[in-house]
């Protein structure tokens, strides 16, 4: 059984250009959610996607968007760049059962994101 | 509305001493509940969770935790820490927000390790 794995492991960008980050997800896993921490705090939910289509969205602008594939795999794309972007994004994975996410999420290693 | 609260920023403790990290939740109804360990620059490792039933859990690494409806709490202990356990541990509730289960953290918690 493979984990959860992120590519790439570190990023630096510069404001106002786009990214990509990806995810491919645990064996046996339908869904996909996306975190971002900056340095020194929690996890900020951004997006959570099944079946292909978004299922559920914290407090993000619409320049963060996703994709999940037919292998549940997920990219996260992040448009017009900003400084406070600058963080470490987690991607993880679940089991989507009767309609509620109530298994557990198991994480990859994250994307380390440098806005300069 | 839903909230974790890790009270206790840092926290240091010799090797070898009992451990216990607090953290207090607001959720109305009976909630899911995780502890994850991060080691610097890594991902987020599952320590153990509650969903339901018997309200001591047992995790890895030795680590347990005790579900305490009437105070709101999810507290996380070790009998014996090592050095190995030093890390950010963060207390994770799943809820149900907008009718998207979603997990909200608390702000974690530094474990530091004297020798």
């Known amino acids: 059984e493979t984990g959860v794995t992120q590519s790439p492991t570190h990023l630096i960008k510069t404001r106002g250009q786009q990214v990509t980050l990806r995810c491919s997800s645990q064996s046996g896993h339908n869904t996909v959610s996306w975190y971002q921490q900056a340095l020194g705090q929690g996890p900020q939910f951004i997006f959570q996607y099944y079946r292909e289509e978004e299922n559920g969205r914290g407090n993000f602008p619409p320049r963060f968007s996703g994709l999940q594939f037919p292998n549940y795999s997920s990219e996260l794309n992040v448009n017009a760049l900003e400084l406070d972007d600058s963080a470490l994004y987690l991607c993880?994975?679940?089991?989507?059962?009767?309609?509620?996410?109530?298994?557990?999420?198991?994480f990859g290693p994250g994307t380390r994101l440098t806005v300069l | 509305a839903q909230s974790v609260t890790q009270p206790d920023i840092h926290i240091t403790v010799s090797e070898g001493a009992s451990l216990e990290l607090r953290c207090n939740y607001s959720y109305g109804a009976t909630p899911y509940l995780f502890w994850y360990v991060q080691s610097p620059g890594q991902g987020l490792q599952l320590l153990l969770k509650y969903f339901s039933g018997d309200t001591l859990v047992q995790g890895i690494k030795g680590f347990e935790a005790e579900f305490k409806r009437s105070q709101s709490s999810f507290n996380l202990r070790k009998p014996s820490v090592h050095w190995s356990d030093a890390a950010e541990y963060f207390c994770?509730?799943?809820?149900?927000?907008?009718?998207?289960?979603?997990?909200?953290w608390g702000a974690g918690t530094k474990l530091i390790i004297k020798p």
């Open positions: 993880a994975s679940s089991r989507l059962l009767a309609g509620v996410t109530t298994d557990t999420q198991y």
């Open positions: 994770a509730v799943g809820a149900l927000m907008d009718s998207n289960y979603q997990l909200i």
